[in-house]
């Protein structure tokens, strides 16, 4: 039986998925691995010990894996795509190697080959789509400067102005916890902070919906929309305003109430390695 690893390389931490053709065998997390965010031995350490931990719970060594998929934040770019490749060769020499960005994993997680739109919410922010003609599309997603709209970073910027007792040294992305707590206790200003990011999420959504899909989607077509990330996961007023301004704009979109998990779109990207995806 062939064994495959499916691995979600993100800002804040990594999800490691192990399984066979068919199961979910077992799941590990880890620090960061995006080299947009973190040195090049950060992101080797949480790889490696990410993967590891994946095959203890398995039983498995790395000799057993006959093809591996990796995505991360910034892998759409070739430099960093090629850097990546050559950390998981050396990690797993037996397997074939996938590298792409974590939009591509989210999207599969989401809706295998068919078409339909992501969007992404960690530690950065953004949408990505395919339509039926497979042509893609996407927003947000260009780095804490100038984008990733209702991200972690987002809302920890907006936060610091407006909350008292936040840490002014900390990494506005850290900061979401503790806004989260601000809201679930009750603090009106930091549930306003949560809406607007799933208001700001939607904007990301209706940019792709509109470029893939055009006027057709709000005369009947159905538009398959998904969430991932921890913001969707843990924030309750993020995929509530998410999903209220996205139906607002477009009201047959068929959205998904579930928060996907990246990594099993990388595992189901694995299992096709030894069928049609190349190696490179």
């Known amino acids: ?55 203890a719970a398995t039983g ?10 990796l995505g991360s934040t910034g892998a759409a770019r070739p430099d960093i795509a090629r850097t990546l490749r050559e950390m998981l060769s050396e990690m797993l020499p037996a397997a074939r190697i996938h590298v792409c960005g974590d939009m591509d994993i989210a999207l599969a997680a989401a809706f295998g080959e068919g078409p339909g739109v992501v969007v992404i919410a960690g530690t950065g922010s953004i949408a990505f789509g395919l339509n039926a003609e497979h042509r893609s599309a996407r927003a947000g997603g260009m780095g804490p400067d100038t984008s990733d709209e209702g991200s972690g970073h987002w809302i920890g910027k907006r936060a610091r102005s407006l909350l008292q007792s936040l840490d002014p040294a900390a990494a506005p992305a850290t900061l979401f916890p503790d806004v989260l707590d601000k809201a679930e206790a009750g603090n009106s200003q930091a549930q306003a902070i949560l809406t607007e990011a799933g208001v700001q999420l939607a904007g990301l959504a209706v940019a792709v919906c509109a470029e893939l899909f055009g006027p057709a989607a709000r005369q009947g077509s159905t538009i398959p929309v998904a ?54």
């Open 60 to 69: 498995l060594n790395r000799d057993n894996i006959a093809a591996a998929c």
């Open 227 to 280: 969430m991932a990330g921890g913001i969707f996961k843990h924030a309750a007023w993020v995929r509530n305003a998410f999903t209220e301004e996205l139906a607002r704009h477009y009201p047959q979109v068929a959205a998904r109430a579930d928060v996907i998990e990246p990594a099993e779109g990388a595992l189901w990207m694995a299992r096709r390695l030894g069928v049609a995806v190349p190696s490179a």
């Open 1 to 55: 039986m062939a064994y495959y690893i499916g691995i979600d390389g993100g800002g804040t931490k990594t999800r490691c998925a192990v399984g066979n053709e068919t199961e979910l065998l077992a799941t590990a997390t880890a620090g960061p691995a995006t080299l947009l965010r973190a040195s090049r031995e950060v992101v080797v350490e949480s790889l490696r010990g990410s993967i590891a931990q994946a095959c």
